[in-house]
């Protein structure tokens, strides 16, 4: 079976024509494959979804439980038959419950990335490169100038930060789903074992993380309703990075702007952000990690969707490896 005839870009998403279904649909289907719990991937108002058991929780709880019409769980290495195609989730690494979708059907194999990482994290599985036939990526960071430091080293100039002004309270963005969990289990792991303040907006999902057997440690809410701004002197707090360019911010004692994100790389990015403590912590493959995992697949061709496609493209061109950019639209860099 040609490539092109077992997944094609529609203007929902990826479509399989012999299985009848989507994969990460940006508008309801009727059947849809979802890799992981971001909103750019994972939408409501499907007929019904297929997915981890961590991704449909992560729906249920970002979205209510009626979010599809019917649900069905993948799980990892099993392969489902979905109308006479071959379906089989594998981790991908980049969030709690994520996963690459091999979809397989007239001997030819296509593996669908989602979003994806390399670096250890101790709150998700590792990913797994899966042989195929067309091996479909995104890249979000996928140009040379991206290449991102260890995460520990990062997190420890946070803490070294902390202690060098303990009078002042800092403020790390990071998105709620993924980045801020791993964030918090990174200072768990460097040794930080003072309590972590966590915006509202996390909690939900840090107690679902805690559920799932991944310990985050102390975590309180940070409001200073019934206390004062010296409450949080030498705190870290955690929280969206858009919670900190209004009134909730102002909150604390004289805070230092982080943000966590692979897009610190950059430092204009982090000066027009307002950052003052930038830290390269991502979710995705860097360059070279990119091209690593292209390679470990064996694929003869590769489809890149969002991200900088065409460097991608000419890489792989100029390694004789066939490539493509698929200009697929509706996703964002959510989880950086």
């Known amino acids: 079976m040609r490539p092109r005839d077992l997944l094609c870009p529609k203007p929902a998403g990826l479509y399989c024509p012999p299985g009848d279904f989507h994969v990460d649909p940006v508008r309801p289907v009727s059947r849809a494959l979802i890799t992981h719990g971001h909103s750019d991937h994972a939408r409501s108002g ?6 981890t058991r961590q991704t449909l929780d992560i729906m249920g709880l970002r979205y209510g439980e009626d979010f599809a019409g019917s649900t069905q769980e993948a799980i990892l290495g099993e392969t489902i038959d979905v109308n006479g195609v071959a379906v089989t989730f594998h981790p991908a690494g980049h969030v709690l419950g994520s996963a690459q979708i091999s979809v397989e059907h007239g ?3 296509i593996v669908v990335s989602g979003d994806y990482k390399r670096r250890p994290d101790a709150t998700c599985l590792p990913f797994e490169p899966v042989r195929c036939d067309v091996f479909i990526t995104e890249a979000t960071f996928g140009l040379p100038v991206f290449r991102h430091p260890p995460a520990d080293k990062e997190i420890g100039k946070l803490i070294r930060s902390a202690e060098q002004f303990p009078e002042r309270a800092h403020l790390v963005g990071a998105y709620a789903l993924g980045k801020a969990q791993r964030v918090i289990r990174l200072l768990r792991d460097s040794g930080y074992g003072k309590p972590i303040y966590i915006h509202g907006a996390m909690a939900t999902l840090c107690d ?4 799932e057997g991944i310990d985050l440690g102390d975590l309180r809410p940070a409001t200073v309703e019934g206390g004062a701004k010296g409450d949080f002197a030498g705190a870290i707090v955690v929280g969206p990075s858009s919670a900190f360019a209004d009134r909730w911010a102002r909150r604390f004692p004289d805070p230092i702007s982080c943000f966590a994100s692979g897009w ?11 950052v003052e403590l930038p830290l390269i912590i991502s979710d995705h493959c860097d360059w070279d990690e990119l091209l690593e995992t292209i390679v470990e697949t064996e694929a003869s061709e590769i489809w890149v969707t969002h991200g900088r496609e065409e460097a991608l493209v000419r890489w792989c061109e100029l390694q004789g490896i066939s490539a493509k950019a698929l200009h697929l639209v509706g996703y964002e860099d959510e989880g950086d």
Not at 46 to 51: D, K, Q
Not at 208 to 211: C, E, T, W
Not at 264 to 274: D, L
């Open 264 to 274: 610190m790389r950059i430092r204009q990015r982090a000066k027009q952000g307002g």
């Open 107 to 109: 001997g030819t194999r």
């Open 46 to 51: 499907h007929g019904a979804v297929l997915a």
């Open 208 to 211: 679902y993380y805690q559920s």
